[in-house]
T-cell receptor, first 112, second 115 residues
């Protein structure tokens, strides 16, 4: 069974204090790894898709990287508006449709 | 314009009742999904439809019945509601199951509370 584990569960940063969130996974045949951001009371908002080890993607202060076992979401000089829960999900296997298996998320709070 | 919309946003009901949640997407996508997010914020897929055809049906009680009248709509009907059904239900859509990997876009969620 596909498994996704995210760490830490919660992270508190000062504004400008860079850090990384981890997503480790065990799947049979990774098709894609997704990062989403979820604000309280809202649905997950798509950030990135990574398809193969070594791939990197950037968007503003966020950079996602992928290895064969884990993905990192690096946050550079975060601002309070980056506060949210960050969810990692994988799509795996040759069949079974396009279901996403999610981790439990990292709740990030960025303080002034 | 809202890409994936759900109604209602909040639903409070008594145990044993039957209720429906509606989902609509205006993205022209072929595939739609229902996810359940529990109190610990864990998101788990329930169903997926591609062009009105059921393609994913996870281990979900048969009290839950999805219905897709057309590819832009996927409704979720729940019979005989139980306390454990209380959760946030998210609808999502993606371009098509025919693609090898496919980004899913989520609706705002429906918070169901069963008393």
């Amino acid at each position: 069974e596909d498994q996704v584990t995210q760490s830490p569960e919660a992270l508190r940063l000062q504004e400008g204090e860079s850090s990384s969130l981890n997503c480790s996974y065990t799947v049979s045949g990774l098709r894609g790894l997704f990062w989403y951001r979820q604000d309280p009371g809202k649905g997950p908002e798509f950030l990135f898709t990574l398809y193969s080890a070594g791939e990197e993607k950037e968007k503003e202060r966020l950079k996602a990287t992928l290895t064969k076992k884990e993905s990192f979401l690096h946050i550079t000089a975060p601002k309070p508006e980056d506060s949210a829960t960050y969810l990692c999900a994988v799509q795996a296997g040759a069949g079974g449709g396009n279901k996403l298996t999610f981790g439990t998320g990292t709740q990030l709070k960025v303080e002034l | 314009d809202t890409a994936v919309s759900q109604t209602p946003k909040y639903l409070v009901t008594q145990m044993g009742n039957d209720k429906s949640i509606k989902c609509e997407q205006n993205l022209g996508h072929d595939t739609m999904y229902w996810y359940k997010q529990d109190s610990k914020k864990f998101l788990k897929i329930m169903f997926s439809y591609n062009n009105k055809e059921l393609i994913i049906n996870e281990t979900v009680p048969n009290r839950f019945s999805p219905k897709s009248p057309d590819k832009a709509h996927l409704n979720l009907h729940i019979n005989s509601l139980e306390l454990g059904d209380s959760a946030v239900y998210f609808c999502a859509s993606s371009l098509g199951e025919r693609l090898y990997t496919d980004t899913q876009y989520f609706g705002p969620g429906t918070r169901l509370t069963v008393l």
